[in-house]
């Protein structure tokens, strides 16, 4: 299971490799925007949506998310001239079907054991805008297992911090710049769970990583989530009932 986060990043970022880009002539979906030049700069949100299980005896935390990605691909700029409804300016919402027809940012979850993508036929599961100024807006749902060394020498009284991790694999840092847009990171304050209190407090970090057999340093974005036990609960399911 060590490789399914990679994996299911690949398969994200590149999608099918039978799936031609034929709505624009010369637009190569493999090379990011700014080819041959400065690294492209992209922005990461996310909406989290559900929290849970936590497996304390696997070391690991599921999450329900939509994870949100903005870039600029000037290349697009034929698209949406070409789409936009009488000279309007507003953002276009595109089908699906352009997800597989344009570059994306690559990335994936260090830590994940799992990674599954909600289906791009349901409404909820993906949505795509593109403005007059060639700014992409990419929202895709997810839901990630991913490991969290959880210490319990004060169980049931324990109180966790897991931090869940991105990073890309493909672009290093001088040609692929992640950073947290925190106007896009919301819902940790709506989150609920029947076992446990979350912290409402937003901790996002930006690190990198060096990676000696290729000579690059790749950025690493994490965002930690807290949460401690609800004793009152544990009483009741655990003890109350024998």
């Not at 000037?74 to 936009?84: D, G, K, S, V």
């Not at 597989?100 to 979850?109: L, T, V």
């Not at 807290?226 to 655990?238: C, D, H, L």
Request: proline share 7%.
């Amino acid at each position: 299971m060590e490789w399914v986060g990679i994996l299911a990043g690949v398969l994200l970022a590149t999608g099918a490799a039978a799936c031609e880009t034929d709505f624009l002539p010369g637009y190569n979906r493999e090379r990011r925007p700014n080819f041959g030049g400065p690294a492209d700069n992209v922005t990461v949100g996310l909406r989290l949506y559900s929290f849970g299980p936590v497996d304390e005896k696997n070391m690991a935390v599921s999450v329900d998310l939509y994870l949100r990605l903005t870039w600029h691909d000037p290349r697009l700029l034929p698209t949406f001239e070409a789409l936009r409804p009488d000279n309007s300016t507003e953002r276009l919402y595109l089908g699906g079907e352009f997800y597989w027809r344009i570059w994306k940012p690559d990335f994936y979850f260090p830590d994940a054991t799992d990674v599954v993508r909600a289906s791009l036929e349901k409404e909820d599961s993906l949505q795509i805008t593109l403005d007059e100024t060639g700014g992409v807006f990419l929202s895709i749902r997810l839901f990630i297992r991913f490991r969290c060394q959880m210490p319990l020498h004060y169980f049931p009284m324990d109180s966790q911090r897991c931090p869940l991790k991105v990073s890309q694999y493909r672009f290093p840092r001088s040609e692929q710049r992640l950073a947290w847009r925190e106007d896009l990171v919301f819902g940790i304050d709506q989150l609920t769970s029947p076992h446990f209190i979350l912290s409402n407090d937003l901790h996002l970090t930006e690190s990198s990583v060096w990676f000696a057999d290729k000579g690059e340093e790749y950025p690493v974005l994490g965002i930690e989530l807290e949460f401690r036990r609800k004793i009152r609960q544990f009483v009741v399911t655990m003890f109350l009932p024998s």
